[in-house]
């Protein structure tokens, strides 16, 4: 196969959709010569948080020195963003290579009676093997969804199993009380492991806590065994003091925006600090700095242009839109706020409306390009009990655009929800400013 053939492959498999389990992408690392164990793990998992995170420690790792894999989901505009090695997209027709590669051993599990894998499975699965093959020094394997089913549990080790926090998302497939999502989460904890947590809510740490008792495993919990203290947030960034587990560091800076961030920073000091700690990694308090200062991580509040000032926020549930909030507060200036809005069926719409749209003086409602997006117009019902200008625009950069018109230079655009529909119009913003600087 081709590129583009082998993206056609992966989007028929997904008509497998989420079918949780392990029993299916063991067999088939069993088949593919289980590559996970040629390799060493940082597991990152959580409700929000664990992208940023995921980023951070994957960028003080490289800084180190070391090569480093990363994988994440969901990409924003190529499928080749899930898969990394320092920070460079797995090459196109690698992709192509390796899913051709497994085709056949998906074809012979089926005729053999077992399910067909899941395209998250399959993903999974080539990372593995791609960074097998590439003899990665570690690799920062984020969870897809929950944790002790989901593929990238595949793995029987980790140097550190990390919870970011634990937050309501995601109900119909983890559970319908943090315990019940804690407990889901708390599944990549491994026998005898080192643990990292930023998660506050005590029935979630409860749940933590008890599991890693049950495993003999050590938690170390941001808040408590590594504790910050911010200096600054603003629109260049954060600064904070982090006392962690072996050094303590004054003046750490992130450039990713939102006091949340810092948070997110902690917590990537302390997971690199556990490694160095019980595994011997070799990070330097420099490289940490290097790294938390270089590491990005699009669509997180990310500016795309100024005057109008427009952001893109992948806020696609309660947590997120608070930290969204909380960012549109403190940190931006602004006289209007315009926001559009696009989220999924399954997420907490109501809850998040209730949280944004107070802010705004016009609200556009659009359909993320999602088979979940579900009767997306219903959305607009619940922000015009907040906001008086509301309009419905299905299609994203048309919604974007008529944004921009309403806008003034000193208002503020926020394109947030979903981040299916934050990519596209992430995509479109690109190609309209490029489009509009001379000679583009």
Known sequence: MNYQESLEFLRQLTK???????????????????PQERLRFIHIGGT???????????????AAGYRVGLFTSPHLHSYTERIQINGQNIPEERLAA??????PLLTAMVADGYEHPTEFEVGTAVALKYFADEGVDLVVLEVGLGGAI?????????????????????????GNTIA????????????????VTASRLPEALEVISTTCREKGATLYQ???????RERRVSLAGGEFDCRGLLATYEG??????????LENAATAVAVIEAAVRHHGLKVTPDHLRQGLAAATWPARLEIIQREPMVIIDGAHNFDGAVSL?????????????????????????????????PLAAAVIVTRPNNPRAGNWQSLADSVRRYVGVVEVIEAIPAAVERALALAEPSDLICVTGSLYMVADAREWLKKFKKEESPGG
């Open 16 to 34: 497998f959709g989420f079918n949780l389990g392990l029993g299916r992408i063991k067999e088939l690392m069993r088949r593919a010569g289980s």
């Open 98 to 103: 390796l899913l051709t590669w497994f085709k």
């Open 150 to 174: 989901d593929s990238t549990n595949v793995i029987d080790t980790s140097l550190v199993s990390v919870i970011t926090n634990v937050g309501m998302d995601h109900m119909q497939y983890l």
């Open 180 to 195: 019940e999502i804690a407990r889901v989460k708390a599944g990549i904890i491994k026998p005898g492991g080192i643990v």
């Open 325 to 357: 909030r909380l960012a549109l507060e403190e940190i931006f200036r602004y006289r209007r706020l315009i926001l559009v809005l696009g989220m999924l069926a399954d997420k907490e719409r109501e809850k998040v409306v209730a949280e944004l749209a």
């Open 48 to 62: 929000n948080g664990k992208g940023s995170v995921s980023a951070m420690v994957a960028s003080v790792l490289k």
């Open 222 to 228: 941001v808040g408590r065994d590594v504790t910050w």
């Open 252 to 261: 750490l800076k992130v450039h990713l925006l939102g006091r949340h961030q």
